[in-house]
Structure formats: structure tokens, C-alpha cells
């Protein structure tokens, strides 16, 4: 069964500064999908970034970013310039085909003013 | 366009009590999905609904559970004798059909089993 693994139950990082988050996965298939989902305290699921695992190009949105390596089964989300909205619970999340997501555990990220 | 709705937003019961938890997808989207998040075990997927094709019940945790969507539209999640552990919120989440697609989520149901 797929697995997914965040180790950093909390990160805090000042305002403006960069952060990473980190995500490794487990799985024997060739083809999936990867998903970064940011939950505020609204418990709304936001869809941040997904990358789409036969892509080499690593996945840009604005200040997000990830850092594929397939190899490894590593899925890190680079956030640039980190905002007080940015401040909430990130899941990372893995999905074969139309199928269901498989999460990791969270990472709480605060942003200090 | 409207987002996932779910109702009610929170709800407590009594233990044994049933309950029915609501999903409202967005229009169009022809895949449901539920998952629950609970403290102790994280996010975990219940149940997947495809069209008109048998539901992926798989990760459904107990035959307390139960889950229907009628029409290819809006879905029923039922837990029968709610125990304190079903503590959680439940999440609905919808999507298009297609590998590509993105699961849209809605804001939860806060179950509380006293």
C-alpha cells in the first residue's frame, strides 16, 4: 500500500522568509499524481500544487514551489516570501489515477510577523 | 460557480444515536469522495463514488457505516450507533471525471459523539 510521510509535525518561519516542507512517499507505480493541500482553521482544503509524476519539470505556482525527485520519492514544497495567510497546516497527498488521495500527517506552519 | 457544500457544518450526538451527514458536489463533477479527519488517525479516504459504477466502499472502517448518492448528485454519508470514536470531521470532496482532475474539497462536518 502507498504511504506518505511529512516528519515535520510543526515549522514556523518569519514573514517574508523562504520555508520548505518536507514529504516522502512510498508506492511501486511508474504513474501518479502528487498534491500539496494547505487546511486554514476554516478545515477548507485548498489545493496548493499537484505535480504529475512522468513531468521532470518541477511545479511552479507563484510563490509555491516543489522539488521532485523520483528517485528518492521525495516531494518537498518550497514556499518564497512567506505571508501571514500562508499560516496553516499543509498535507501532502498521493493519488494513482482517479483514485482516492492517500495523506500525510501534516505540517502546522506558522509565520511569525 | 458554487463550491463543495456540506451540512450541517457541526454536529453533536449521543452515543448509539445515528446520524446523516450531507455533500452537496459541485455540478458537473461526476466523482465523490469522503475521507474523515480525525486527531488520532489522520486523513483517511471512506468511501469513492464514480458515475454509475459500483462505490470503492474500501475504506469504509466499520458495517456501522454506510454511504449512498443519489442521482449522480448529492451523497449521504450514515453512521448507525455512533460511537465515541467517530469523533472527527468528515470531509466530501468532488472532482471531474479524469486522471488528471482535482478533488475539490468542502468544509467538513465537526462530529462529536458525547
Known amino acids: 500500500a502507498q504511504t506518505v510521510t511529512q516528519s515535520q509535525p510543526e515549522m514556523s518561519v518569519q514573514e517574508a522568509e523562504t520555508v520548505t516542507l518536507s514529504c516522502t512517499y512510498d508506492?511501486?507505480?511508474?504513474?501518479?499524481?502528487l498534491f500539496w493541500y494547505k487546511q486554514p482553521p476554516s478545515r477548507q482544503m485548498i489545493l496548493v500544487i499537484r505535480?504529475?509524476?512522468?513531468?521532470?519539470q518541477n511545479a511552479t505556482e507563484n510563490r509555491f514551489s516543489v522539488n521532485f525527485q523520483k528517485a528518492a520519492k521525495s516531494f518537498s514544497l518550497k514556499i518564497s516570501d512567506s505571508q501571514l495567510g500562508d499560516a496553516a497546516m499543509y498535507f501532502c497527498?498521493?493519488?494513482?489515477?482517479?483514485?482516492?488521495?492517500?495523506f500525510g500527517q501534516g505540517t502546522r506552519l506558522t509565520i511569525n510577523p | 460557480g458554487a463550491g463543495v457544500s456540506q451540512s450541517p457544518s457541526n454536529k453533536v450526538t449521543e452515543k448509539g444515536k445515528d446520524v446523516e451527514l450531507r455533500c452537496d458536489p459541485i455540478?458537473?463533477?461526476?466523482?465523490l469522495y469522503w475521507y474523515r479527519q480525525s486527531l488520532g488517525q489522520g486523513l483517511e479516504f471512506l468511501i469513492y463514488?464514480?458515475?454509475?459504477?459500483?462505490?470503492?466502499k474500501s475504506g469504509l472502517p466499520s458495517d456501522r457505516f454506510s454511504a449512498e448518492r443519489t442521482g449522480g448528485s448529492v451523497s449521504t454519508l450514515t453512521i448507525q450507533r455512533t460511537q465515541q470514536e467517530d469523533s472527527a470531521v468528515y470531509l466530501c470532496?468532488?472532482?471531474?471525471?479524469?486522471?488528471?482532475?482535482?478533488?475539490?474539497f468542502g468544509p467538513g462536518t465537526r462530529l462529536l459523539v458525547l
Open positions: 470532496a468532488s472532482s471531474t471525471t479524469g486522471v488528471m482532475e482535482t478533488q475539490y
Open positions: 508506492t511501486s507505480e511508474s504513474d501518479y499524481y
Open positions: 505535480q504529475e509524476a512522468y513531468k521532470q
Open positions: 497527498a498521493y493519488r494513482k489515477g482517479a483514485q482516492k488521495l492517500v
Open positions: 455540478s458537473g463533477h461526476t466523482a
Open positions: 463514488f464514480q458515475g454509475n459504477s459500483a462505490p470503492d
